[in-house]
């Protein structure tokens, strides 16, 4: 069997917060269905649109932004692109003036009656579904339904993971097991698996700036979480923490930039609590963006967005690994794990519960960590198996349905278990392990499979339904 075939750059995405599955999936969905529609129906005008949303779509859509990202994806607005700061004032247009400008012509477009929410309804592939249907000036109709799968993933309705390309891959890897086949065959450290796999895609040269550009967005989110103040939309009234935090631990001393800032914070010394106190800001600084509909990576989702950052951030201020070689190792390195719990398992919040994206971006950031730290390849597999084993179980459960409580504080923990478990693989001799990477990639699905459905970004089990809340109509 053909194993599935995943790069760096289906791994990482650049995007709009606050969720993969919820707002980028959905707004890649909705630029795929303009294309389709418009080769379809090239010479026929569009009078009307209306977007079905199902399940957790549905019910936590309006707090995870899906509203917003379907109807900016109709217009074919890019997620990589798109100014972030005019996200909510082009919303606000959409709503007022009732009009939605597609690439093809203008059409009336009212919110409460277009964009349905369709409470009760599941459809059986994906929890994440929905469905665009164009009526058209000749009276004839089109329709596509998508699946939001987790990570940015979107599959159409027929067509099983049509966004890979598929490619002849040197070391095709399926489980963590094949990845240490190789590794020991090869010699290569597993970021050098990944980068020869890469070549089956595109150039040496091409992938390392792809993958650089990834590490610009999370540094530049980082930095700007850290000098952003106020309060996150959506009415749970949250107050950011990052920058607050930032001025604690920088003092009187003065910056200008990025690099100046992060010169400032290695004076800083390498006591325990100074450390913690900065892995926390980091995390909390991407997570906030996140929230804010900022710019951010998918890593390997939105919602997990602040762990691998945080760690590398880490790396970088406290482990002299602030170049852009031990920067590239440490993306490849994770991309390989986070690729290894997709095929595996999953890494969707609503098939599998906050386990599979703060768990897996957990075991992804210990896994390259372990790496750039000088880890053999075993005890690079090793420390994500103790990363997820620490969050096996953890479920969902959105408070409001926004990406906020638990989830931003859930980053901060995933990135310190990270370390732990770098820390712990480190000081192991990983002969000795009694559990294996693909026996804690098994019991994840296992999990999710047993998992109650209110627990998967539902927002109808634990913290969501056990903390009153009461926000603003929409």
Request: with cysteine; net charge negative; charged share 20%.
């Amino acid at each position: 069997m053909k194993s599935e075939q995943i790069s760096i750059f289906d791994i990482f995405k650049i995007g709009i917060g606050p969720s993969s599955s919820h707002t980028l999936g959905p707004w890649r969905a909705a630029q795929k269905f303009i294309k389709s529609l418009l080769e379809a129906k090239p010479n026929c005008k569009v009078e009307q649109i209306k977007v079905l949303l199902y399940g957790s779509l549905a019910k936590t859509g309006i707090g995870h932004g899906t509203d917003i990202a379907v109807m900016l994806g109709l217009m074919d607005a890019d997620p990589v692109t798109f100014d972030v700061a005019s996200v909510q004032p082009t919303i606000d247009k959409i709503k007022k003036d009732k009009k939605l400008l597609l690439p093809s012509n203008e059409i009336n477009f009212t919110y409460e009656e277009d964009i349905i929410f369709l409470f009760s309804e599941s459809l059986p592939f994906h929890p994440n579904a929905l469905t665009f249907q164009a009526f058209l000036e000749d009276k004839t109709g089109f329709s596509e339904t998508y699946y939001s799968i987790g990570g940015g993933f979107v599959v159409k309705d027929g067509e099983d993971n049509n966004e890979f390309t598929h490619v002849d891959l040197p070391f095709p890897v399926e489980n963590a097991n094949d990845l240490l086949h190789w590794c020991r065959k090869t010699g290569l450290k597993v970021s050098g698996i990944v980068f020869e796999n890469e070549l089956a895609w595109r150039s040496e040269e091409k992938t390392k700036e792809g993958a650089l550009k990834f590490f610009h967005v999370m540094r530049d989110c980082i930095y700007r979480g850290c000098h952003t103040d106020g309060y996150l939309p959506g009415g749970l009234e949250v107050k950011r923490r990052a920058k607050s935090l930032n001025e604690k631990l920088i003092g009187e001393q003065t910056y200008t930039d990025y690099h100046s800032w992060v010169e400032v914070i290695k004076k800083g010394g390498n006591g325990f609590n100074y450390i913690l106190d900065w892995v926390s800001c980091f995390a909390l600084a991407v997570n906030e963006e996140n929230a804010s509909f900022g710019r951010v990576v998918t890593a390997p989702t939105n919602g997990a967005a602040g762990v691998i950052p945080a760690v590398l951030q880490y790396f970088i201020c406290f482990c002299d690994g602030n170049n852009d070689e031990k920067i590239l190792q440490f993306i490849a390195c994770a991309s390989e794990i986070g690729s290894i719990f997709k095929k595996g398992a999953t890494i969707s919040a609503a098939m599998g519960g906050c386990q599979a994206e703060i768990g897996v971006s957990s075991a992804m950031a210990a896994a390259a960590l372990t790496e750039c730290l000088g880890g053999s390849q075993r005890q690079v597999l090793m420390a994500a198996e103790i990363a997820m084993e620490h969050h096996l179980g953890l479920t969902c459960d959105p408070i409001g349905g926004l990406v906020q409580i638990p989830c931003i504080e859930r980053n901060t923990m995933g990135a310190i278990k990270a370390i732990t478990a770098s820390q712990l693989a480190l000081q192991s001799n990983p002969e000795n392990a009694k559990v294996s990477l693909d026996a804690v990639v098994k019991t994840m699905w296992d999990t999710a499979l047993d998992m109650n459905v209110k627990y998967k970004e539902t927002s109808d089990g634990g913290l969501a339904i056990n903390i009153p809340i009461s926000l603003p109509e929409c």
